[in-house]
């Protein structure tokens, strides 16, 4: 089945810096998505974005589908930023299966 | 508009017994799709729904069921509970119309089985 490896696995970053984080998948995809799983579990749609680069306020995103990678930058981050960030790929099967990376823990301190 | 639903938030279940968990899917959305995580595992995907047929399973026990009815609404059904079977569940949902869509989830149900 399809990979999708994220990196790094874990980021303790100083309040008001800013981050990058990546994900590689292994074939290619109809859709991903990051999200931000709070916790309490729920999981936070920040992007969905198949192709190119998309922006919301603070968070960016950029998916090269032909080179199977997507960057999630985080800049000028605060505390509330803390928790763990997923990026998850949609084959070409005609329905909706993600298969998700196992993630990013992000720790920012004040 | 109202976000995904799901009912209830916690479940503590002894083994062997069988638990439905419930999905209320985003008005209009007509495809709900069920994912397990685990700390060992992390997030996998179970099955997903659309127009009450289920279009995609992922590799699970046939102990894990699912069933949509005609108002997109979804529950799944664990039968013969494991230790091994508690986490969160979380649900989707989408479209659905071409696969492939934006997914939302719900806030998810812990099950834990003592």
């Known amino acids: 089945g399809i990979q999708v490896e994220q990196s790094p696995p874990d980021l303790i970053l100083q309040e008001g810096a800013n981050s990058t984080l990546r994900c590689n998948f292994s074939d290619s995809v109809n859709n991903l998505q990051w999200f931000h799983q709070n916790p309490w579990g729920q999981l936070i749609n920040l992007f969905y974005?198949?192709?190119g680069t998309k922006q919301n306020g603070r968070l960016s995103a950029t998916t090269v589908a032909t080179e199977r990678y997507s960057l999630l930058y985080i800049s000028s981050s605060q505390t509330t930023d803390s928790g763990v960030y997923f990026c998850?790929?949609?084959?070409?099967?005609?329905?909706?299966?993600?298969?998700f990376g196992t993630g990013t823990r992000l720790t920012v301190i004040p | 508009k109202a976000g995904v639903t799901q009912t209830p938030r916690y479940l503590i279940k002894t083994r062997g017994q069988q638990v439905t968990l419930s999905c209320s899917p985003i008005s209009g959305h007509r495809s709900v799709s069920w994912y397990q995580q685990t700390p060992g595992q992390g997030l996998q995907f179970l099955f997903e729904y659309f127009s009450e047929t289920q279009r995609n399973k992922g590799n699970f026990p046939g102990r894990f069921s699912g069933r949509q009815f005609s108002n997109s609404r979804s529950e799944m059904n664990v039968s013969t509970l494991e230790l091994g079977d508690s986490a969160l569940y979380l649900c989707?949902?989408?479209?659905?119309?071409?696969?492939?869509?934006?997914?939302?989830f719900g806030p998810g149900t812990r099950l834990t089985v003592l």
């Open positions: 998850a790929v949609d084959l070409k099967t005609g329905a909706n299966n993600l298969f």
């Open positions: 989707a949902s989408s479209l659905g119309n071409t696969g492939g869509d934006e997914q939302f």
């Open positions: 974005i198949p192709s």
